[in-house]
Nanobody, 125 residues
Framework: QVQLVESGGGLVQAGGSLRLSCAASGRTFSSYRMGWFRQAPGKERVFVAAISGSGAHTYYADSVKGRFTISRDNAKNTVYLQMNSLKPEDTAVYYC??????????????????WGQGTQVTVSS
């Protein structure tokens, strides 16, 4: 079992930055592929970014490529999402997710087993 707790959400103006963190329980954190999804009001939850267990491989949705960076610190059991050049359309609840093994190219939410409670990110224009 893996428990995930996100933090770092908030209100920011367009063009600003935020860094989300996700702390994970468990002793085998480095065996888990980690990801971030987001869900805007009235819309489906969609893939944002993923990172392999070692951190060597990452993958991003086209909508965030070049603006967001996913990273992890396996010694701290934590994954991060650095979000720069934020836009109003980035407003959503952001969810941290984990799955054992697999590929960073998995972008469907049913390809991840564990989910955090979500953290709200609001970007004002």
């Amino acid at each position: 079992q893996v428990q995930l707790v996100e933090s770092g959400g908030g209100l920011v103006q367009a063009g600003g930055s935020l860094r989300l963190s996700c702390a994970a329980s468990g002793r085998t954190f480095s065996s888990y592929r980690m990801g971030w999804f987001r869900q805007a009001p009235g819309k489906e939850r969609v893939f944002v970014a993923a990172i392999s267990g070692s951190g060597a491989h990452t993958y991003y949705a086209d909508s965030v490529k070049g603006r967001f960076t996913i990273s992890r610190d396996n010694a701290k059991n934590t994954v991060y999402l650095q979000m720069n050049s934020l836009k109003p359309e980035d407003t959503a609840v952001y969810y941290c997710t984990a799955d054992y093994g697999g590929s960073v190219y998995y972008t469907r939410d049913n390809q991840y087993d564990y989910w955090g409670q979500g953290t709200q990110v609001t970007v004002s224009s």
